[in-house]
């Protein structure tokens, strides 16, 4: 019982169970201490994330060897692959859907959050892109000079990275989720905002369950694996990524999960989910493409043209792909085809904004379990090809 009790995925409900309850007796000075541990706890769980991408991504690249340009090229495509099919899943839902449903937005009536005690910033070393791209060429370029020395300090500093997840990132996450879900249910996120989204989010919860299922079945197809022995480790993680809204925050609980599977070889894990975290955002580009389809129908009377969409849907591919995997990425990167292909004016923008911020939380987690099939794809990849990484 006592293992039971401090398993990660029941610490991880635990706060969002105690999160809720204390958000909805709270009073104003209490949430003062809680929104001020939530900024903290956010600047010390971001500021960890490039060291993590660089940690793992990198040494898994000189892994590779010779295949690494092949295995990363492979990664991209698979990756936008799966966002433009999501996309064009959403966009076909949403024609069929959209014109039979009523639907009335509205996002009043919600508690401000009070400020901050005392604002603590611990700017990230670099942004996670530039983390990104750096252990993508830094990687590339110690396979092609075979530097040696270099590669073993990637190994030593992964091995570091590996005891910060361990010791400060997974200890951190039930209490900075505790605290997250206790601002939404102080606002009134929870309780006033549900029904008024209820129906459009249960219709994208069950395209999200839909796509992951698609890409584990054909995962599974792929690989010649039991795509089940991945998708049952997952717990945690999409636990996490529904506390946190962040597919960077729960990189490292991710991590974890995917090792723990007996499918997945190590070294595409090690490669695959860090890199996969960055550039593949299946579950918030289909939620996307249905919301923006949605709130046209509301304020504008009418649905995008298809070609105007599948021009959306293609671009919005290729912008997930460098959106950051931090609560809003996807929207906030595809703001400018939002505005300029689908010419909504600021008060679309803003319902956009906020109808997607009320739901992030079930696109990350399919971001993050989505992952998981992907990198088996790449193991089976691998395995077809007989790509063997350094020992």
């Not at 796509?211 to 054909?218: A, E, K, R």
Request: with cysteine.
């Amino acid at each position: 019982m006592k293992k039971i009790m401090q398993s990660l995925p029941v610490r991880l409900l635990a706060g969002v169970i105690i999160g809720i309850l204390a958000g909805l007796v709270a009073n104003e000075t209490f949430m003062n201490i809680i929104v001020t541990l939530k900024q903290v706890l956010g600047q010390i769980i971001t500021f960890c994330v490039p060291l993590i991408v660089i940690g793992f991504i990198a040494p898994s690249i000189t892994r590779l060897g010779k295949n690494a340009s092949r295995m990363l090229g492979i990664a991209l495509l698979i990756a936008y692959v799966s966002s433009i099919g999501a996309a064009l899943f959403a966009m076909t839902a949403g024609y069929t859907l959209i014109p039979h449903l009523s639907i009335v937005t509205s996002a009043e009536g919600l508690k401000a959050l009070p400020d901050v005690v005392f604002q603590l910033e611990i700017p990230q070393i670099m942004s996670v892109m530039s983390a990104l791209v750096f252990s993508i060429l830094i990687g590339l370029g110690v396979t092609w000079t075979k530097a040696v020395r270099t590669g073993e300090i990637l190994e030593e500093f992964q091995q570091i990275v590996l005891q910060i997840v361990t010791k400060v990132i997974i200890p951190l996450l039930p209490l900075f989720i505790a605290c997250t879900f206790c601002g939404l249910s102080y606002e009134g996120t929870i309780t006033k905002q549900f029904p008024v989204f209820l129906k459009v989010i249960i219709i994208v919860m069950i395209g999200h369950y839909l796509w992951m299922t698609l890409l584990y079945v054909l995962a599974g197809i792929y690989s010649g694996k039991n795509p089940m022995e991945v998708v049952r480790h997952y717990g945690p993680a999409y636990i996490t990524a529904v506390g946190t809204m962040s597919s960077a925050a729960t990189l490292a609980v991710a991590l974890r999960c995917a090792k723990k599977s007996s499918v997945l070889r190590e070294d595409m894990v090690s490669f695959g989910v860090p890199l996969f975290a960055n550039i593949h955002l299946c579950g918030s580009v289909l939620t996307e493409v249905f919301f923006v389809m949605t709130i046209s129908q509301i304020l504008y009377g009418k649905i995008p043209s298809l070609g105007t969409m599948i021009l959306f849907c293609l671009l919005l591919g290729i912008f997930a792909i460098g959106a950051p995997g931090v609560p809003g990425g996807t929207v906030m990167a595809s703001l400018g085809l939002i505005t300029g292909i689908l010419l909504f004016d600021d008060t679309g923008t803003a319902l956009m904004l906020t109808i997607f911020a009320l739901q992030d939380s079930f696109g990350t987690a399919c971001n993050v379990t989505g992952d998981g099939a992907l990198t088996l794809m790449l193991t089976g990849y691998a395995e077809k090809h007989h790509i063997a990484g350094k020992q």
